[in-house]
């Protein structure tokens, strides 16, 4: 019946009814095509998933007349449920080449089977069958695709499409106010009192009123209607809603270097209002082309020349949104894919592969906290449990992570990792991000204020990944802080108040407030950030660019390996990222863990000496019940990777490793004085720089600080790195008092 171009042959059978046009193509009559839709509705059954053809139900029958009973004049219809009826290769065909003609002959087709199927005599529906809007959707199936259409990205719509079908994928930036659009206007002539009922067509096509009155052409002894002598009676008219939207391109599909390009949408009658800037949806609809600047003062008669530049919009006919779906419909899985996991999860190892698959080409020791980075950056893609409290209020499961550090320490990596692999994620910088960029923006047009999601908005359901951290003016960083606890973000701005989602996680990495992490000054010195940001991180790392020579050897055999093309074993993870990312994805959706009893005892009992101690010791990060959340939060992570419900003790313990191995650490005030992470020659070093002060300042004796440290350097030889640390150590513990105008007093 169909070319394999798409013509349609001549029909065989009683249906031959086609009118050829040219190039030896054929049109279907608007007959046939309304009685094909009549019979899909009433003839498509519904099969079960089992296969038993005994149990199926009239799918779209049934749910026209439910809906007709509860007032909602729609029907939704899914194109892959076209294609596979018998008449679906026409019905297909026609509604996807030339929508204009025959979704209107199809809306009509609702219409009387309005009266055939539903109106009964007595009923208390209206005895005109009202408009009936015919919505078409489209179902992401197991293998990726759409039925028989393939999702557009914006940046591929061209002028083949216009006045065709099209499904495009994106996510809503900016939506205006509901306007009210005439579908019917009544019109009445001022001579002869004639009526004229004109149908405006749906989208932003305007009504033409005739100049010229029908009792013109009756003659007769009536005085002829003068010129223009229609006005519109308002109570007749018919309205319907309309809304405008402004689709983006999803952050994936943007090449590097170039603007996301965005694209309207026209929704009417129940597909308005369905979703906020940051929903991603896919719309099926018409992709229209009409006049430059429809709605205002149109060029005259006399112009020069036709306006031929026409301005491009989607008339929406059925919208599948996705909002706070944290990705799960972002990557679809096989089947065969989902018992792999399945199986996956079950591995008494699955951790440490997930860990080992998390940035393989960045290098990390034992002993090195980049290996606890890596799997504190797991914790974060894979998320705890978002709850709903009875009272309405919510708690929120996204872990946010901050990465503090000297420069080349593989901060912006990790960023960039975690970007590829979120199924949703937004990556931006610090000093080219402002509030409201982040958060939303308010901006005016000719039809007012309207609202516009940033980065946060644009990541619901995701990660956002904020390099330079540190470089964020002190006004932009507040803006944040209710979007990273509550994940919403309030708008009070221009009249408009309103509340938009921002439930995502947060990755930042920022430099300490020299450049470079001291080990001789307090760590709270060096984090130039403010207490109410910090309380809202459920994990900070001090990265440090630690001097080791066998540390630093290897990391330059492993770089060098990286560079000449000899990529090891080790730098490829047990998961690839196309794996990892659909894991994470499956997890995501299919797994929500709760805490246990015997876990929730273990989690109290740490709490309280947590607290305990922090209080003795004045730590300069507050440990408070945001830290108790976070790692129930780090638990209910490490449980969704092995896809457990329940959240053990052994869950609960790991995770309070990782928050004792990074914030506790990071609060700690001696952090980084110790010993540790010297070497042979200086550790020999410091132990010759103490001696030497005990002899250069004796017991109660007073030295300026200053003066000191020089002395070590000129008279006993000893660096000024170490002699400073060699002081400071000494203050640590005691045996070095400090007193005014900077002079050290050896304690008796």
Known sequence: MFKEDGTIRVLEGPDQGDTPTIEGEYEVQPDIVRSKFKRFVKEWRFVSPGGDSNVSTLKYRDQFMQHISQGTYMLEVN???????????????????????????????????????????????????????????????????????KPLKIRDLDSK?????????????????????????????????????????????AAHIPTACDGNSRGGMMEKCRPNPFVIIDELCEYVDEQ???????????????????????????????????????AVGIFCATEQGTGEKMS??????????????????????????????????????????????????????????????????????????????????????????PDGTRMRGDINILLLGDPGTAKSQFLKFAEKVAPIAVYTSGKGSSAAGLTAAIKSDKSGFTLEGGAMVLADGGVVCIDEFDKMDVKDRVAIHEAMEQQTISIAKAGITTMLNTRCSVLAAANPRFGTYDDLTNTADQMDFETTILSRFDMMFLVKDVRDPERDYGLAKHLAGLHSGEISKDSEGPLNVAELRKFLSYCRSRCQPRLTKDASEVLKNHY?????????????????????????????????????EDVHIGHVE?????FTVSTLDSANKDRGVGIDALSEQERDDLQKAEEQIRKLCPKGGRRNKFVLQSMLVSTAGIDERVAGKAIHIMQMRGELIEKQNGTMQRAG
């Open 79 to 149: 194109l892959s449920d076209l294609t596979a009826h018998a008449d679906g290769e026409i019905l297909g065909h026609a509604l996807r080449s030339r929508p204009n003609v025959f979704v209107p002959l199809c809306e009509k087709a609702l219409q009387e089977l309005y009266h055939e199927l539903v109106k009964r005599p007595g009923d208390d529906l209206p005895d005109k069958a009202p408009p009936i809007q015919l919505q078409l959707l489209a179902d992401l199936d197991l293998e990726g695709s759409f039925g028989t259409m």
């Open 161 to 205: 499409q216009v006045e065709k079908l099209v499904m495009v994928k994106g996510i809503v930036s900016q939506m205006k106010a509901i306007t009210h659009k005439a579908r019917k206007i009544s019109l009445k002539c001022q001579s002869c009192e004639n009526y004229k009922e004109i149908y405006v067509n749906p989208g932003r096509c």
């Open 244 to 282: 405008m939207l402004k689709l983006q391109e999803l952050p994936e599909d943007v090449p590097v270097g170039e603007m996301p390009r965005s694209f309207e949408l026209c929704v009417q009658q129940y597909n308005v209002d369905l979703c906020t800037p940051g929903t991603r949806l896919t």
């Open 300 to 389: 005259s008669s006399r112009s020069k020349g036709a306006n031929t530049v026409k301005h491009s919009y989607i008339q929406v006919m059925g919208v599948r949104a996705e909002q706070g779906s944290g990705g799960s419909q972002a990557v679809a899985c096989t089947g065969e894919e989902q018992e792999r996991f399945e199986q996956l999860a079950k591995d008494p190892d699955v951790r440490n592969k997930i860990f080992a698959s998390i940035a393989p080409a960045i290098r990390a020791s034992e002993k090195d906290v980049v290996d606890d980075v890596k799997k504190a950056v797991a914790c974060l893609l894979f998320g705890g449990s978002r709850k709903m409290l």
């Open 608 to 644: 309280v000496s947590i607290r305990k101690a922090m209080r003795s010791e004045r730590a300069s990060i507050p440990i408070t019940v945001r830290q108790l959340e976070a790692i129930v939060r780090i638990s209910e992570s490490l449980a969704k990777m092995e896809l457990c």
């Open 654 to 658: 790991e995770a309070l490793r990782m």
